[in-house]
Structure formats: C-alpha cells, structure tokens
C-alpha cells in the first residue's frame, strides 16, 4: 500500500473520530463500568471523580469541535480525560475488593432495578388499548413517510448492461 493511501485511510479514521465530538457525551458510563452508580452513592471518593470525569469528557468535547484534534490543549485535555478515567477505574477495582462495600452497592443496585421496573409495569398499566392501537397507528405513518421519501433508485447494474 502507498505512503498516500495509509495517509489517506488514517485521515479518515481520525475524521470518523472527532466529525460528531458531541457523541462522546452520549456514551453512558453504566455500559463499562458495572454498577457505577451504586458504588458512588456509596463512596464519596468515587462521586468525586466521576464528576471531574464528566467535566473532562464536556472540556475535549468543546475544545476537539473549536480547536481541532491537532491542537496542544486538546491533548492535554484527552490526558486529564484518560486520568480521570483510569482513576476511577483503580476505586472501582478497590472498592470491589472490599466485600462489605460490595454487598451494599449490590442493595442498592438491586433496590434501583426494582424500582425501576415496578414504574415500568405501572406505567404499561395505565396504557389504555386505544393508546397501544395509536401509537401503533402513529408508527405506521411513520414507516410509510419514510419509505416514500426513500425509495429505491433504479438498479445501476441495468445502466452498465446498457451501455455495454
């Protein structure tokens, strides 16, 4: 493969990267870090840097849309996002060392979850079937603005027949 290409390929990588910088905020936190949320009712430690996670994270967002990935201070921004990152990371792991501190976190997991799905079922409950019949009906309309908006482009392959 040439020099250009190689160029080429990681310029586009790095493009697909940093083109929607705003979606690093929509990463939820939950999806690697199991149980974050009861470990930080129960450390203050943990709340503390999740915070200063979050404001990391927000601070190269900003700074990779207004100054670009290239730009000194949007390095040192991604190094205070990977410190606080890894910090957080190390008191999960410690925290889950100590079986005390685990098993309340796992309560209030649990506790969370149920309630959770206790307001789900309440909340299915109070659907009437003419609600469930209109949404279903509402999705239909949807479906069928969006096809029509979208429809199918002639096959290019009969163009090539064609013109051969």
Sequence with gaps: MSD??????NAMVNRLEYAHPEAIKEIPETRYWEMIDAYMVVDEVLANLYK????AK???????????????MTEVAWDM??????????????LRKD????ERARK???????????SKIL?????????????AMVFMMLAGMIMNA???????????????
């Design 81 to 94: 996002h990977d410190s606080t990152r890894c910090a957080i990371e190390t008191r999960l792991i410690e």
């Design 150 to 164: 979208n429809k199918p482009r002639q096959d290019i392959r009969q163009d090539f027949v064609r013109a051969s």
């Design 58 to 72: 927000e601070n190269l967002a900003r700074l990779v849309i207004d100054n670009g990935s290239d730009d000194p």
């Design 108 to 118: 209030i997991k649990l506790h969370n979850d149920a309630k959770a799905q206790n």
């Design 4 to 9: 250009s290409l190689t160029y080429l390929m």
């Design 52 to 55: 200063q996670y979050v404001q």
């Design 99 to 102: 079986s005390g501190t685990t």
């Design 123 to 135: 909340f299915e409950r109070r659907k009437s079937p003419s609600d469930k019949l209109n949404e």
